[in-house]
């Protein structure tokens, strides 16, 4: 299973770090990412690591802000979030899982075999 932890509320230009910690299996060569979702949008994946060859994704409203990362002695991915805007504000989770999709490979998970509970992000003022 995964736990996530580390949200919060945060002013604007702020940071947070979120944790994804597993157990019962290691992230290896899982496609594992953190999404969000706020109220009225859509899911998005923020940002996807692969564990074992260090590979990231970003989507392009949070690069050079945040940063996925992970601990192998830990078997926990995190996701250093700074210069937080109010947009940002969302239902954090991670998922793993496989990123295989129509004989391609995605650093994002196409296929989530395990999902966190959601930790909420708030950026205001």
């Known amino acids: 299973q995964l736990q996530a932890s580390g949200g919060g509320l945060v002013q604007p230009g702020g940071s947070l770090r979120l944790s994804c910690a597993a157990s019962?299996?290691?992230?290896?060569?899982?496609?594992t990412g953190w999404f969000r979702q706020a109220p009225g949008k859509e899911r998005e994946g923020v940002a996807c690591?692969?564990?074992?060859?260090?590979?990231?994704y970003y989507i392009d409203s949070v690069k050079g802000r945040f940063t996925i990362s992970s601990d192998r002695s830990k078997n926990t991915v995190y996701l250093q979030m700074d210069s937080l805007k109010p947009e940002d504000t969302a239902l954090y989770y991670c998922?793993?899982?496989?990123?295989?999709?129509?004989?391609?490979?995605?650093?994002?998970?196409?296929?989530?075999?395990?999902r966190g509970q959601g930790t909420q992000v708030t950026v205001s003022s």
């Open positions: 690591i692969t564990v074992n060859d260090g590979v990231t």
């Open positions: 998922a793993t899982g496989s990123g295989y999709k129509g004989g391609s490979y995605y650093t994002c998970p196409q296929h989530i075999e395990y």
């Open positions: 019962g299996f290691t992230f290896g060569n899982y496609a």
